[in-house]
């Protein structure tokens, strides 16, 4: 049986080695997504100067009226809500930082769902 201690060692170490590979700069700024057991969060941040240029969450208001959750749907949601966004900033280009997850499920959906307004990964 594992501990809850060495399964957070395990997942921080594995979010350590996918950071270590993606670093998000002005140009391409790194996309990162978190997704609690209620509801999903997003962001793209810029790590040369530490500023986060766009952000938003299933608590906004308008996605909360579509009651977007953190399942499959309300990542699509998300996704598209977020792309949309990014495109209004002028982020055309990003680099997706996965965090400890693997790509599937709620990730692939929100990956896809940006990649159909023309952001490339």
Known sequence: MVNLSDKQVVTQRRHWRVRRKVEGSADRPRLSLHFSHKHGYAQCVDDNTGRTLVALSTLDKSLKEQSAKANVAGARLLGDAFGKKAIACGISKVVFD??????HGVLCAF???VRSHKIDF
């Open 98 to 103: 996965r965090g400890a997850r693997q790509y």
């Open 111 to 113: 990956a896809d769902a």
